[in-house]
């Protein structure tokens, strides 16, 4: 009998597609049909035919945007507007793929320094890296797909692409999109299996290059196991951290927290998780920041005026609320939501000064519930910051350049945000995790430069 996954509409449990799974049978013949494509040079995909691609996909994209939303969101849940934003993001990101091709190259490596290089030329360049295996999450299912495959397409790589099996719709339309702009047969296989099939993918020796989005247990048990000689690049999570600094603008800040901390209901790797609040203004952030909660709209993601939808499944609605429950009990105080809504969405929470050892203080929630923690001492509460082994995107919010740069210098995180919310992104940026977080730097022409390796060429000649 057919294995199959069931892709399910978060919000209400109703079925949208049910599709069949691959068995492990088929990994030789998928495996084989890149391995095949990459071996003959002749196969290659030249750069002007790539541009075109990518620029022709970007252009379909664009006609079928609505199209993408709606199923954006049938499988993910996340709300029209901010599904909205995903779409127009991920067709940025293809076009972002298209630019980056003209800055594929290499340089000239200088000859001549020593006697013994006398009479020779060398330069480097770049060639694809081989067969990319790429595994994504569930929370941004077009967009993530996009930083995989358009990254791999550019850099003129045969991809092998998992999706998350909540969420595979996206991709799926994403490859028939890229076909349908001129993708040759077989540079693209979108693959829906279980976990052990998919570790007998990655794992496999004609793998060059293993992307993975997802859960840190996953991406480094993965890791440890890729084959010799296989790269690879990693993105986790994290527990966000924000520093609050007295003389911080509350008409900005407030807001601004309030959609990092509750965007897509806290499922993103960067939300908002933890916000350190100086004592003295603690009292007003809590009231701002809990009024501006509780009038959120939690809701169907189809409705416009959702603010925040559901969870992408009732286990983690369960899973949200026995944190939040063991929070309280270890004496956090609840100052707004902190009960489940329904089977699938949870309200927009608040606590405060939980425990250093609860859950929410110590794992990544990924859920919507904020964490706020008053401090006296500025440099206690980036300790407490840094004390976790997850580091990706911290925030600090001050007027004072000082404090700025100096709170930035000893936040342990990739990037710091200086005013602005720690969800902030941008594809054109660097973007993602150190130390338990991930390994090495997602982002567009980031990615495509991982998906590319050099090769230097020395020719020597009397005359030169």
Known sequence: MENTTKIIFPYDQSLVKELPLINKNEVENILNTAQQLFNDQSNWIPAFKRIEILEK????????????????????????????????????GVKLAAEHISQIKGEQIPMGLTEASLNRIAFTSKEPIGIVAAVSAFNHPLNLAVHQI?????????????????TPLSGLALADILKEAGLPEGWLQVVLCDNETAELLVTDSRVNFFSFIGSAKVGWSLKSKLAPGTRCALEHGGAAPVIVESDADFSEMIPDLVKGGFYHAGQVC???????????????FVEQFSDAASKLIVGNPFDEKTDVGSLITPKEVNRVEEWVN?????????ITGGKRISDTCFEPTILFNPSEDSKVSTSEIFGPVVCIYPFTDRQEAIRKANALDVHFQAAVFTKNVDIALETAQKLNATAVMVNDNTAFRVDWMPFGGRDASGLGMGGISYTINDMTREKLMVFKSKSI
């Open 57 to 92: 996909a970007a252009a379909i994209m664009i006609e079928r945007s609505e199209e993408l939303i709606h199923l954006a969101i049938s499988e993910g849940g996340k709300p029209y507007q901010d599904s909205k934003a995903e779409i127009l993001r991920a067709i940025k």
């Open 326 to 334: 063991e929070a309280i009990a270890d004496g956090a105080k609840l």
């Open 270 to 284: 960067v939300s908002v998780q933890k916000v350190y609040v100086n004592q003295e203004i603690c009292d007003r």
């Open 150 to 166: 358009a990254a791999a397409v550019a850099a003129g790589c045969p991809v092998i692409f998992k999706p998350s099996s909540n």
